[in-house]
């Protein structure tokens, strides 16, 4: 082997990385402890980034093209090695090349329920996921606060590394949104765009990167306020509570006594008769009226009470209560007045049909 051959297997010459995957974000070119020759070619495709990195600092930033590396055009290298008088000697730096293609597809979701402050429910925990695509816009923050020094660095390892940071820009975003949980379910595709505008200002500044689509596919709130969403939808579905239960009734009483349900309203039908005939004084509630002989066939079951009122004998007389009260007050039939109200005995009743 010549000399030459030998000083030119310890220079790179050109460099490149022709991407044949679909997963790589980031790829450090292996240089084999070589240095750079002066004058050698930079070759970066569409969709990529070369970015120069010196002792551990940031240098120059090549976009797509072909570029021949001198010191007139790495002018952050060459004064980050000192390169005052244009000294053109090969030099060492690494070279990652990052690619800034759209990335599809990408899932996010929360492992743990977030907490949320909602106005109808108060403080509830909701749990979220979706996709999301993005870019790579500032190679040097991306390398820096992502990436690393990885050689490598691949769409899996991202997922990993961003996932709990993408929950907690959306959690940040959710919360400066404050959209209600009972809307989120039908404002899927408009909140994803109205997220936007929340979300990227933070993941540009942070970690280099803009989400170009964010969609939220699904949002679920724990089993006990899935309950009280329920038992909300099903009131308003009743309407009138008052138009509801006798409904329930009527349908019961149609059922018969097949089912609970038709039972329960047959009982509650029931009572709410018995106190109407109650009020109407339709039971003898004397113990000793009870044991008493039954009245005559032509007499009215309202004879069998004790006590009366007007509306009662006027029934049985057949004239109208005002008649009644009328002669109540002029004496021909003996009453009590009791606040405001009148009652006859049966046997002043019948003392008046006696003369």
């Known amino acids: 082997m010549g000399l030459m051959d030998y000083l030119k297997g310890q220079f790179l010459e050109i460099i490149q990385w022709t991407d044949d995957s679909r997963d790589t974000l980031s790829w450090r070119f292996p240089d084999e402890d070589k240095e750079i020759k002066r004058g050698a070619q930079l070759i970066v495709r569409e969709s990529q980034v070369a970015q120069f990195v010196y ?4 240098g120059d930033t090549f976009g797509p093209g072909k570029h021949t590396l001198t010191t007139d055009n790495i002018p952050i290298l060459s004064t980050l090695k000192g390169w005052k008088y244009g000294l053109e000697s090969p030099f060492k730096a690494d070279v990652y090349f990052v690619t800034t293609r759209l990335f599809t597809g990408n899932k996010w979701g929360t492992s743990n329920p977030i907490m949320m402050r909602d106005p109808d429910f108060g403080i509830v925990r909701v749990r979220a996921f979706g996709t999301y695509d993005f870019k790579i816009t500032d190679p040097k923050l991306f390398l820096k606060e992502v990436a690393g020094t990885d050689n490598h660095f691949r769409l899996d390892e991202f997922a990993d590394t961003m996932r709990s940071r993408i929950v907690s820009v959306f959690t940040d975003a959710m919360a400066s ?4 949980v009972l809307d989120l379910a039908t404002r899927y595709s408009e909140l994803g765009e109205a997220l936007l505008p929340i979300i990227n200002p933070v993941t540009q500044s942070k970690y280099g990167l803009e989400i170009t689509s964010f969609i939220l596919e699904n949002a679920s709130v724990p089993p006990e306020v899935e309950a009280a969403i329920d038992k909300r939808s099903s009131m308003s579905a009743i309407g009138n509570l008052n138009d509801y239960v006798k409904f329930q009734m009527a349908e019961g009483m149609g059922k018969g006594g097949a089912n609970p349900a038709g039972s329960a ?3 509650a039908m029931g009572f709410g ?6 009020a109407q004084g339709a039971f003898n509630m004397n113990p000793a009226a009870a044991s008493a002989a039954p009245a005559p066939a032509a007499a009215s079951p309202a004879l069998s009470v004790e006590i009366l009122t007007p509306a009662q004998v006027a029934q049985t007389l057949g004239v109208t209560e005002a008649d009644v009260i009328s002669s109540i007050e002029g004496g021909q039939i003996k009453a009590k007045k009791i606040g405001t109200q009148y009652r006859i005995t049966k046997a002043a009743l019948d003392e008046f049909l006696a003369q």
């Open 177 to 180: 949104a404050k959209v209600p």
């Open 265 to 267: 309203a047959e009982i």
């Open 273 to 278: 008769m018995a106190q109407n005939m109650m």
């Open 55 to 58: 002792l551990g600092e940031y």
